[in-house]
């Protein structure tokens, strides 16, 4: 505005937490290298029969967490939209054990409330005695080849924006709304926090049992 400059924008980070769009651009692509390093680990923690508290991005928001979680049959999933109970994991990962589960995955996204992964691994040692290993996948998540979806994302989103321009659209960002184009003021996209899906978070707890 300072400037009068014409601008049209797009929603890149892998943290998809930009409010005016389902999915941004480098979003999926993070949570698919998250995933097959998850997938990897899976093998290991089955084989050691450990505990792997994995630590993914999103100082934040949980949405790769919760992706990463969902898609990688995690025991549990740790962000910032919720409070920690560290005796409810304790206690997820005593059933589980009693159980006969050869591995526990729990996902940790980096900016918790409760601490990062080591920290909560450490509490939750305290309460359940059991040994485990922490992995912090860090900027593996950041790097790669595009996956599919992002790519035509980025189609999608920049072709639009090319409309925008030729309709002298300025001043927003453009994001894909139930797969339809949608044009959101700049300032909404930061003011305005984007909320996860709750019911994923439940479905991630049910699945886990």
């Known amino acids: 505005e300072r400037f009068e400059a014409k601008i049209v924008g797009l929603p890149g980070t892998i943290d998809n937490d930009l409010y005016g769009t389902d999915f941004t651009i480098g979003f999926d692509t993070a949570v698919?290298?998250?995933?097959?390093?998850?997938?990897?680990?899976?093998?290991?923690?089955?084989?050691?029969?450990?505990v792997?508290?994995?630590?993914?991005?999103?100082?934040?928001?949980?949405?790769i967490s919760l992706a990463v979680g969902l898609a990688g049959g995690a025991e549990?999933?740790?962000?910032?939209?919720?409070?920690?109970?560290?005796?409810?994991?304790?206690?997820t990962i005593k059933d589980n054990i009693k159980k006969g589960k050869r591995s526990n995955i729990i996902i940790v996204a980096e900016g918790d409330e409760a601490g990062n992964?080591?920290?909560?691994?450490?509490?939750?040692?305290?309460?359940?005695?059991?040994?485990?290993r922490v992995a912090v996948l860090g900027y593996i998540q950041r790097g790669g080849t595009p996956s599919a979806n992002d790519r035509i994302l980025a189609s999608r989103?920049?072709?639009?924006?090319?409309?925008a321009i030729e309709g002298e659209r300025y001043g927003v960002m453009v994001g894909e709304i139930?797969?339809?184009?949608?044009?959101?003021?700049?300032?909404?996209?930061?003011?305005?926090?984007?909320?996860?899906?709750d019911y994923l978070y439940k479905m991630i707890k049910i699945l886990s049992g």
């Not at 549990?76 to 939209?81: M, T």
Request: hydrophobic share 40%.
């Open 32 to 50: 698919n290298s998250a995933l097959e390093a998850v997938d990897r680990i899976r093998d290991t923690a089955s084989s050691l029969e450990r």
């Open 52 to 63: 792997f508290f994995i630590e993914v991005m999103g100082r934040y928001a949980g949405f």
């Open 76 to 91: 549990d999933v740790i962000i910032p939209e919720t409070p920690t109970d560290i005796k409810e994991i304790a206690r």
């Open 117 to 132: 992964a080591l920290t909560v691994a450490r509490k939750v040692k305290r309460l359940t005695g059991e040994d485990f």
């Open 157 to 163: 989103l920049g072709y639009a924006a090319v409309e």
């Open 178 to 197: 139930n797969h339809e184009i949608v044009y959101t003021p700049f300032e909404q996209t930061y003011t305005i926090k984007k909320p996860i899906e």
